[in-house]
């Protein structure tokens, strides 16, 4: 693991952090996906069941993806304009830079002490405590380092989120990160009886039949670029208000496009209701696209990265494939 100001010891620093702290406050990244809330809701289940004070939120818009509602802890949460402003030592989690944290990064800067914790190689290490270790599957198997590192106890909630954390990062153990290691800690998770058929469904399977036919409309958009080993497509504002479909609904909808055959880099483009271009791209193995990621001022991992844009959206694919 990296270590920042706080020496070459980063999980032995965050550990006194967290064990001298009056109050812990917990925040990951704007739409949070699995890893950061799971890994978010963990140590919060974690330090609650300690008797520790302890606060949790994530930037506005304040709300999660269907498919992770049913997280334990998610009631627990405050909103964003409930959370301390300046922190005795807040946790940061996934979240690679401070643009990240939204309208949470003023709470950050005010912090006495920050903690990074997060498995991104892109990550900008902007914490008094940065706990980031690239060799990690997930977020969440950070947070479990530190958790031994606190020697407090798992209970099933924190489990739970865990085994979340787990599963969304290496793609149910499809992407290279799974190692003997990540098969370890979701063994050692799953003894506190984590329900895997339905978390796995919920995760993973289960859409409104509305998303299913803005997936067909998707499919159907979908360009392949053979010379280039590329396909791609866009969900607009207007096809989500026809079908009746959120924006966090469709998170899943890369992992459809990236079976073709045909391609080694897959990328979906979501407009956003400002206009802004979220993007996001998965590579097989051969083609890093991190640096197309971080070029574009976003970041992420060698084969699984994203950025946000401002332009048309073919105007985006041209600077994707002129990057790659």
């Known amino acids: 693991m990296t270590g920042g100001p706080a020496g070459p010891d980063p999980l032995g620093a965050a550990a006194a952090a967290v064990d001298g702290a009056r109050q812990v406050a917990l925040a990951c990244h704007v739409n949070p996906d699995g890893d950061a809330l799971g890994s978010m809701l963990a140590l919060l289940h974690v330090?609650?069941?300690?008797?520790?004070?302890?606060?949790?939120?994530?930037?506005?818009?304040?709300?999660?993806?269907?498919?992770?509602?049913?997280?334990?802890?998610?009631?627990?949460?405050?909103?964003?304009?409930?959370?301390?402003?300046?922190?005795?030592?807040?946790?940061?989690?996934?979240?690679?830079?401070?643009?990240?944290?939204?309208?949470?990064?003023?709470?950050?800067?005010?912090?006495?002490?920050?903690?990074?914790?997060?498995?991104?190689?892109?990550?900008?290490?902007?914490?008094?405590?940065?706990?980031?270790?690239?060799?990690?599957?997930a977020s969440g198997v950070v947070v479990q380092a530190l958790v031994d590192r606190l020697g407090l106890p798992l209970d099933r909630d924190a489990a739970v989120c865990l085994y979340a954390a787990?599963?969304?990062?290496?793609?149910?153990?499809?992407y290279s990160s799974t190692t003997p290691a990540v098969f370890d800690l979701a063994r050692r998770l799953t003894e506190f009886d984590v329900p895997v058929p339905e978390l796995s469904r919920r995760l993973f399977e289960e859409h409104r039949f509305a998303y299913l036919q803005l997936l067909g409309d998707a499919l159907a958009r979908a360009e392949l670029v053979p010379e280039r080993r590329f396909v791609w497509t866009a969900v607009t504002q207007d096809m989500l208000r026809r079908h009746g479909v959120t924006i966090d609904e469709v998170e899943g909808l890369i992992d459809i496009l990236r079976r073709a055959e045909e391609a080694e880099v897959t990328c979906v483009l979501k407009?956003?209701?400002?206009?802004?271009?979220?993007?996001?791209?998965?590579?097989?193995?051969?083609?890093?696209?991190?640096?197309?990621?971080?070029?574009?001022?976003?970041?992420?991992?060698?084969?699984?990265?994203?950025?946000?844009?401002?332009?048309?959206?073919?105007?985006?694919?041209?600077?994707?494939?002129?990057?790659?």
């Open 47 to 137: 330090l609650r069941a300690a008797g520790r004070d302890v606060v949790a939120s994530f930037p506005t818009p304040f709300r999660v993806a269907p498919h992770y509602r049913d997280l334990p802890g998610l009631d627990l949460l405050v909103p964003p304009a409930e959370f301390p402003t300046e922190p005795d030592v807040m946790i940061t989690f996934d979240s690679g830079s401070l643009a990240r944290l939204g309208d949470l990064e003023p709470a950050a800067k005010g912090a006495r002490v920050l903690v990074v914790v997060d498995h991104h190689v892109s990550n900008e290490r902007f914490g008094t405590v940065n706990l980031v270790d690239p060799d990690a599957a």
């Open 166 to 174: 787990l599963v969304c990062d290496t793609g149910r153990f499809q």
């Open 271 to 324: 407009e956003e209701a400002d206009g802004t271009v979220r993007v996001s791209l998965r590579s097989l193995g051969a083609v890093a696209v991190d640096g197309v990621a971080v070029a574009h001022g976003g970041g992420g991992h060698r084969f699984a990265s994203g950025f946000s844009a401002e332009g048309d959206v073919r105007d985006v694919v041209a600077r994707i494939l002129a990057a790659l």
